[in-house]
């Protein structure tokens, strides 16, 4: 706020809550330049007030300014606000920070040390915050010479310096750790790295296994092959490596651990053996994914059935989450009651009856739950039992225990005897025979007034996929921990300019039970936006918008202002064949009934 002409004896309190009273207006008239000037004002005249700063970010964020945005956002994280105002500022940051990397030296010393803090907490995701983490060490830390190592001798050479005596200490960085043992890596350059780093371990004389350095190195790669479910190819050179078992028990099970056989992954009695030679935190490591293994047993015999699987096709897909549930997300649900992250802000107030159909393993379902509030009833719908037993492992974690989960198949919707005010399927029609019909049905049972969105694959948007599937086919790869690891290697060796590479930029590739359903999958329809015209039409639902980034709708905006463009399909697209990547998770979109 400019202190106008006869305001300069205001004290500084009166200044700041008149800023304050004009950033609420500019916000709910939607101009975030006023309200990111007028809170900016607000700290500038008035005390540190956490709700000031976090109003800045969200300004900042939603008028388009994303790295101001990340910067204030981790300073509200930092500055140790209370609950609702740290879960605000969390989702926010962590919306931004999936999409956009700034450049590491856009942050301050006291914003690094917010980003490591953080992404040690058990209660956030750490998946946003790893990808911030990643990009610090990249350029700011002592491993930043790994990287420069690794541009300009390869990826065997950077992990030599990296478990040498120099190196080891640059390797044990806390922010490297951090990222390593809490996020899943999706960069393809560093996940070169990392294969090396890996194997260079392993190499390593035993004895030298024992060296703090290397073994906080190695269990921090066990948390990262856990969490990508071992998703990297294993070379001939570490299989000699590994033939002879150090003699120590805690090494032989750090070895164990950076390569076990698949089978003994999910072998909750073999892994605990191994345990009891292990040293903390390797061995709290292997008994976390013990203790999950055997709750996910005990959870999934008691999901309740709707009715058991007719559908040939639907069989077949059942047997693919069985084997691999999607996704294996972990950390929180951060969302709360009142944070409109879920367009369900346009219905009438809750409670609603929400029926998530194809829920997986449940982080959809448990953030609309979050959103509805406890009034609501959530009800999760899947094909697969384990998919399923990981959603209420993670409801538990999360405090959310109230969604109800229930195995079936969606063609069988009708027999839950219920409507539902809204009804969401996203990633799920495109996998069954005939996505309509599965449509059909779930629209059937949406309530007068109620909506329904859907997720669709984009045809324009995959064909780094569809040449991943060709090769696939033409190799006869299986869709095995073996084969995956194959399909994975061969994507990541692909030469600059190969249509393949293009598969490098789906997160969903840097984890096996992820890249099983990204490139391996028995059924998969695209779609295109006339093909889904056509659908809604059939079905007499009207459609109500897309479910996009804020800063492509923004780019849309420009270009077709009038309120009802966005509702406009064939705006949509001309839209897309101008910018193919648009779509590149899914047409997400709303619908309602005619
Ligand atoms: C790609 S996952 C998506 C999971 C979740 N919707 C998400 O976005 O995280 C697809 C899920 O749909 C489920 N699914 C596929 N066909 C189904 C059907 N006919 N009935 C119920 N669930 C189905 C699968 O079992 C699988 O868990």
Redesign the pocket.
């Known amino acids: 706020m400019t202190t106008p002409e006869g305001q300069g004896r205001l004290d500084a309190g009166t200044l700041a809550g008149r800023a304050r009273e004009q950033g609420l207006k500019a916000f709910a008239a939607g101009r975030f330049d006023i309200a990111r000037r007028a809170f900016a004002d607000a700290l500038r005249f008035g005390p540190e007030v956490p709700f000031h700063r976090l109003a800045l970010g969200t300004a900042e964020a939603l008028g388009g300014q994303t790295g101001p945005a990340i910067a204030t956002l981790l300073d509200v994280l930092g500055s140790r606000p209370d609950k609702a105002i740290e879960t605000q500022a969390a989702l926010t940051l962590f919306a931004l920070t999936m999409r956009w990397r700034l450049p590491a030296e856009a942050f301050s010393p006291e914003q690094i040390a917010t980003v490591a803090a953080c992404l040690a907490r058990d209660d956030f995701d750490p998946q946003p915050l790893g990808l911030v983490a990643l990009e610090i060490v990249r350029a700011r830390t002592p491993m930043a010479r790994a990287y420069e190592i690794l541009r300009r001798e390869g990826p065997a050479a950077a992990a030599a310096w990296a478990v040498s005596s120099k190196g080891r200490k640059a390797a044990t960085d806390r922010l490297f750790l951090g990222f390593l043992s809490r996020a899943v890596n999706v960069d393809a350059e560093t996940e070169t790295f990392l294969i090396a780093l890996r194997a260079a371990l392993a190499a390593l004389p035993h004895v030298e296994l024992k060296d703090r350095h290397a073994r906080e190195l190695g269990v921090a790669l066990v948390s990262q092959c856990l969490a990508n479910e071992y998703a990297w190819p294993v070379s001939e050179a570490e299989r000699r490596a590994l033939a002879k078992p150090p003699a120590d028990p805690d090494a032989r099970a750090l070895l164990a651990m950076l390569y076990p056989s698949d089978a003994h992954l999910r072998d909750a009695e073999a892994l605990q053996r191994l345990a009891k030679g292990a040293n903390e935190p390797l061995k709290g490591l292997i008994l976390g994914r013990v203790r999950e293994i055997r709750e996910e047993r005990r959870l999934a015999a008691e999901i309740e059935s709707l009715a058991p699987l007719t ?1 040939a ?2 069989a077949l ?2 047997r ?2 069985e084997e691999n ?3 294996r ?1 972990r950390g929180q649900i951060v969302a709360q009651p009142g944070v409109a992250a879920f367009g369900l802000g346009a219905q009438a107030p809750p409670p609603w009856k929400i029926l ?10 448990l953030a609309v739950a979050a959103f509805a509030g406890p009034e609501s009833e959530v009800v999760g ?4 039992r384990a ?1 399923l037993a990981y959603a209420k492992r993670m409801a538990r974690h999360c405090g959310l225990e109230r969604v109800r989960f229930v195995q ?6 009708a027999r839950l005897g219920l409507t539902f005010d809204r009804i ?6 495109h ?2 025979k005939e996505p309509l019909e ?1 449509w059909r049905r779930l629209a059937a049972c949406v309530a007068p007034g109620g909506v329904i969105k859907i ?1 669709l694959y984009s045809q324009a948007a995959r064909p780094a996929i569809e040449a991943a599937r060709r090769l696939i086919a033409e190799r006869g790869l299986a869709p095995t921990p073996e084969g995956i690891r194959e399909a994975r290697r061969l994507i990541l060796a692909a030469p600059p300019g190969d249509a393949l590479r293009g598969v490098q930029a789906f997160a969903d590739f840097y984890a096996l039970s992820e890249a099983r ?1 990204l490139l391996f ?1 028995p ?1 998969e329809h695209r779609f295109d936006i006339p093909a889904i015209r056509a659908a809604l039409e059939t079905l007499g639902l009207v459609f109500d918008g897309f479910e996009l980034p804020e800063e492509i709708l923004r780019g849309f905006r420009i270009s077709h202002p009038a309120a009802e463009a966005e509702r406009d399909l064939t705006l949509w697209q001309a839209w897309e064949a101008a910018h193919p990547e648009t779509f590149a998770g899914m047409y997400v979109f709303q619908a309602r009934r005619a």
Do not use: C
């Not at 159909?357 to 449940?362: E, P």
């Not at 719908?381 to 697969?384: E, I, N, R, W």
């Not at 079936?408 to 919707?413: A, C, E, K, N, R």
């Open positions: 559908d096709s639907s897909v059942a693919h989450y549930p999607y996704p997300w998530v159909a194809g829920t997986g393993t449940g982080r959809q379902a719908l899947d094909l697969s998919s079936g198949d969606l063609l069988d919707v969401e399927a996203v990633g799920v029609l996998h069954m599965g997720g359903d999958h059924i």
